[in-house]
């Protein structure tokens, strides 16, 4: 990074300026010595000091409004929110205060009749900044929630008011300005460079939370379908990101057109390279442009059945009844068979195989099998439940019940459960039995000392005992084989 020395920003450091700061660490003992940085100190400690009383009683009486019962959600989050703003809001108004009444009140005591001098105020200067850092930090720890984010902007804030406390701000910012990185034809500085960050992190944190505005007052539109909505609100995010590069870009100061063949290499690059994450990327447009499935749907892909949750821009969120949340890559949902149990209608016929005895009257059964599912407020009326007669099957007399349910997305097994129960107490009323299995054995031999051994199952048991035909040996005639032609 060479430094450019015809810059017009370049310029020799203020040492007159630094050498009265950095002179707590040339002579530490010496400037504590001072009567005007002791007096300072005295100031400032009771300043500190008022801040943090007059913060603790605040705090109480917010505290207690916010857990008034008749308050609602809203006015108990207002408060809370002040609660954790009111240290830093006294702390920094008293520090200005300071910084704008102190030297009239030393001016006023050492010299009211002279001119108004140029005193020397550097603590309560450096105390005011650091505290005005601590201030901004805090402010912005409200709106941004990610911890790393607030560490980087902690450090930005905390580094220039250092710089600034040791005088130190505007020597940085001519260095900086007079690196210069040859790009293109127009050379860019390390200062504008640095500018063009941070403004694009503001701007992307703005779109964010642009965007989650916007994503809030279209979900809230009533003719608006659910995949309309997503992609609305995913086209407003994409076209704020893009906003927000271009602005970036243009403070920085770069000229777009030398990065035209460079940007259609690396196009072509992460084209290849990304290649799964582009086509899940476009897939997701494709399914929010079709309309297959939406938000809300209840769908069934390989083996996982349940309800999107939200469709993404790479995956799709499926929850299952379980609880379970399955991130569906959007390409899957493309190329793959997908059964969406609620694509025209949400409508779910639900069938339920009931076997009765053959003792039983299956019309008698039939009536209150249909009882037991109109009798559930899940079931739909229209169309109506039926029950038929399937066929009469080795054990029991083969019925299936069938209804609709409107909702599949609350659960297709408890309604099913429900209805067996229903059947369960209507048939233990009508005493119509469920049949076991039967099998009928048949013994084709069996030895005579078992049955005498159990007289009871020799008069329960059906058993056929035959002996064994008795085998004549064979002539000699009959082993010759037959004389076919006679």
Not at 59 to 87: M, Q, T, V
Not at 250 to 270: K, N, P, R, Y
């Amino acid at each position: 990074m060479p430094v450019d020395p015809n810059s017009p920003t370049q310029a020799p450091l203020d040492t007159e300026a630094t050498d009265s700061k950095l002179s707590l660490f040339k002579d530490p003992i010496g400037y504590f010595q001072d009567v005007s940085v002791q007096e300072q100190l005295v100031v400032m400690v009771g300043v500190l000091a008022l801040s943090w009383l007059a913060t603790k009683i605040t705090k109480k009486r917010f505290h207690a409004s916010a857990e008034r019962p008749d308050s609602s959600d809203f006015i108990k989050k207002a408060w809370l929110l002040a609660e954790s703003l009111i240290g830093p809001i006294y702390l920094l108004t008293l520090c200005l205060l300071t910084v704008v009444v102190y030297p009239k009140f030393q001016h006023y005591r050492l010299a009211p009749d002279l001119p108004d001098p140029k005193l020397d105020h550097d603590v309560v200067r450096a105390i005011t900044s650091v505290a005005s850092a601590w201030a901004v930090t805090r402010f912005l720890s409200v709106l941004i929630k990610g911890r790393a984010w607030i560490r980087l902007i902690a450090v930005i804030v905390f580094t220039v008011a250092i710089l600034s406390v040791s005088n130190l701000l505007q020597p940085t910012v001519k260095v900086l300005n007079g690196l210069k990185f040859p790009v293109g034809e127009k050379p860019i500085s390390a200062l504008n460079l640095l500018n063009g960050i941070g403004i694009l992190l503001g701007l992307l944190w703005g779109t964010s939370m642009l965007s989650r505005i916007v994503e809030k007052r279209v979900k809230v539109l009533p003719n608006v379908p659910p995949s309309l909505q997503v992609l609305l609100a995913k086209l407003v995010r994409m076209a704020l990101i893009f906003f927000s590069i271009l602005v970036a870009l243009t403070t920085v100061g770069l000229d777009l057109s030398s990065f035209a063949i460079l940007g259609g290499a690396i196009g072509v690059g992460i084209g290849f390279g990304l290649q799964k994450v582009v086509s899940n990327l476009v897939s997701g447009l494709v399914l929010l442009l079709d309309r297959s499935i939406k938000p809300g749907d209840v769908i069934e892909i390989d083996q996982t059945y349940g309800w999107i949750n939200s469709l993404r821009a790479r995956y799709a969120s499926v929850i299952t009844r379980d609880g379970k949340e399955h991130l569906i890559p959007n390409e899957d949902l493309i190329t793959n068979k997908v059964i969406n149990w609620s694509f025209s209608h949400k409508n779910v016929r639900v069938r339920v195989p009931i076997g009765i005895s053959y003792n039983a009257d299956p019309r008698e059964a039939i009536e209150l099998c249909l009882d037991a599912a109109k009798a559930e407020p899940r079931v739909i009326s229209d169309p109506e439940p039926r029950c038929l007669l399937r066929g009469f099957g080795e054990n029991s007399i083969e019925l299936e019940l069938r209804f609709w349910i409107a909702d599949p997305s609350n659960g297709v097994g408890n309604m099913r459960s429900a209805v067996l129960l229903g059947i369960w107490d209507r048939f233990k009323e009508a005493g119509i039995s469920i049949p076991y299995p039967q099998r009928d054995i048949h013994l084709r031999s069996a030895s005579p000392d078992l049955l005498q051994s159990n007289p009871l199952q020799e008069k329960t048991a059906s058993v056929a005992i035959k002996d064994p035909p008795s085998v004549k040996p064979k002539t000699e005639d009959e082993k010759k084989p037959m004389d076919t032609n006679g």
